[in-house]
């Protein structure tokens, strides 16, 4: 796809929400007759002030908000043959650390808008990158377009977990995914639409670099290839059946397509995914459920896989795979000292692959959300298979294939607190 296309395509998505008033606009509101001409002059007359009535110029609202989260984490295995004792001591089993440190800012200036966060993390984790950035335009209540670094309109929003872990949807690319162009939200009664194009990743510079040091998962160089990811469409469609007070059903589908390039010869192939989604609350109990495909095409390669990457890192994922995500959580309300809820949640996960001999990536996560004012502290038991946070780190090579071939496969059992300040 030639980026003259690209370009009109994105301008044209930013276009239908910039129609005139007669073609988008909700009709006006009946004007106040209090204003009209005559009452001008004889409320001039009655109060001896001949200044007409000025709007009311729109101020700038911005507000600075942030976290600051720690994690407490314990593994139940040790480390490898090729390692000796002493290396089990650097965290082999688990250790307390800082986990980021995030500050942002939103605001508004009239229908302008804005939403910006940076994170700070770990140099073992990429150490410093944007999490998002953009800045908008409120048409109406409810049409808005976003441009910059904005969430990818894909799958259950804002996470399809409850987890700290999140499930394997998001090791994949399909979960809290954030990428840079521009969004169209539209959320007419109890639907909501939404499109985007992204011309790339997140973490893409000026000089076309791309490195793992970003929060979300892409196609990025790493692993022999060098294949980035590069002007992607997203569609997401959803309605929200409301029941009577006592809860809500929203049913939705997603798709997106984009390009993959291969930044050593030119070449372009393409990648691809689809979901179906459910998301749902009654009373208490809250429910999310998801299928997902994808494929993935790196030119230039017979390879069964591409590379990805994130905080820091890149391994193999297949280039087909099916992904089954679902969470399970319900809500307590508390009044004890700070406390003023706890929610308990089941998340599971599996990816399945294309390639018979590879191993799937499988999830059970089991733990709660206590909510205490500007205090949420997430407490985690996770047995899992494949996981790219829960393995034997003490053999490298597993890493790289966790994705995709799964060499690391054994059930693994580790427990995570994180406590997290937000303000």
Known sequence: ????????????????????????????????????????????????????????????????????????????????????????????????????????????????VFDAEYAIYPDAFGGLYIHHGWAGYNFSENRQVQVGVSQVPFGIQPYASSSWFFNNTYYVGLEDDYDAGVKALFTPGNWDIQGGYYMNPEGTTFYGNSTPDRYSYDVIPGQGQSVVEEHQFNAKLAYTFNHDGLGFTKLGVSGQRGQLLDQSTGDTDWHAAYAVHLQGRYGGFETKLEFMQQELNPPNTDDRFTSMGAYGGTYRVANEHTVYSSSLAYHIPLNVGPVSEIKPYYDFSQVTKNVDAWNDNVSHVVGFLTSAGPMFIYTDLIVSKNHPFNFSYRESTEFASVMAEGDDNEFRTAFNINIGIYF
Request: proline content about 4%; aromatic content about 10%; charged content about 20%.
């Open 1 to 112: 796809m030639n980026r003259y296309c690209t370009t009109v395509l994105a301008l044209f998505l930013t276009a239908g929400l910039m129609l005139p008033g007669s073609a988008l606009a909700d009709d006006p509101e009946p004007a106040d007759d209090s204003t009209n001409a005559t009452s001008l002059v004889a409320n001039a007359w009655e109060s001896d002030n001949t200044t007409a009535p000025q709007q009311d110029e729109p101020t700038l609202d911005v507000s600075v908000n942030g976290s600051l989260r720690f994690n407490a984490l314990f593994r139940a295995y040790g480390g490898g043959s090729d390692f000796d004792q002493s290396s089990d001591r650097v965290l082999g089993d688990g250790g307390f650390t800082f986990d980021t440190f995030r500050i942002g800012a939103s605001g508004s200036y009239g229908n302008l």
